[in-house]
Nanobody, 126 residues
Framework: VQLVESGGGLVQAGGSLRLSCAASGGAFSGPGNMAWFRQSSGKEREFVAGFRLGSRSTHYVDSVKGRFTISRDNAKTTMFLQMDSLKPEDTAVYFC???????????????????WGQGTQVTVSS
């Protein structure tokens, strides 16, 4: 499984960015979990958003609910994170992650994922 993120950059507060995660090697083969995590300087990596393969349900950390939207394309090879109304506290390196055999109860747990992208920097200026 290979995951490659893109779409990060510098944006002013209130702006938007769309992150992409191109997946290959069976990342979307399911049933398992796909997610976005982020890590800011000096902090632990945290769950941002995720979905269960084969399910329409999505999951978000409270701080991004109503502002971020996770989705995938119909070919199921790319995952997206649409980020609107960005805040300076959203500044971080964003990672996509996959666990093709993950279970629902672990979808928010960083240590449950066995495949990671290289990360893409998102910087929100005030």
């Amino acid at each position: 499984v290979q995951l490659v993120e893109s779409g990060g950059g510098l944006v002013q507060a209130g702006g938007s960015l769309r992150l992409s995660c191109a997946a290959s090697g069976g990342a979307f083969s399911g049933p398992g979990n796909m997610a976005w995590f982020r890590q800011s300087s000096g902090k632990e990596r945290e769950f941002v958003a995720g979905f269960r393969l084969g399910s329409r349900s999505t999951h978000y950390v409270d701080s991004v609910k109503g502002r971020f939207t996770i989705s995938r394309d119909n070919a199921k090879t790319t995952m997206f994170l649409q980020m609107d109304s960005l805040k300076p506290e959203d500044t971080a390196v964003y990672f996509c992650a996959a666990h093709p055999r993950g279970i629902l109860s672990t979808i928010r747990l960083v240590n449950s994922y066995n495949f990671w992208g290289q990360g893409t920097q998102v910087t929100v200026s005030s």
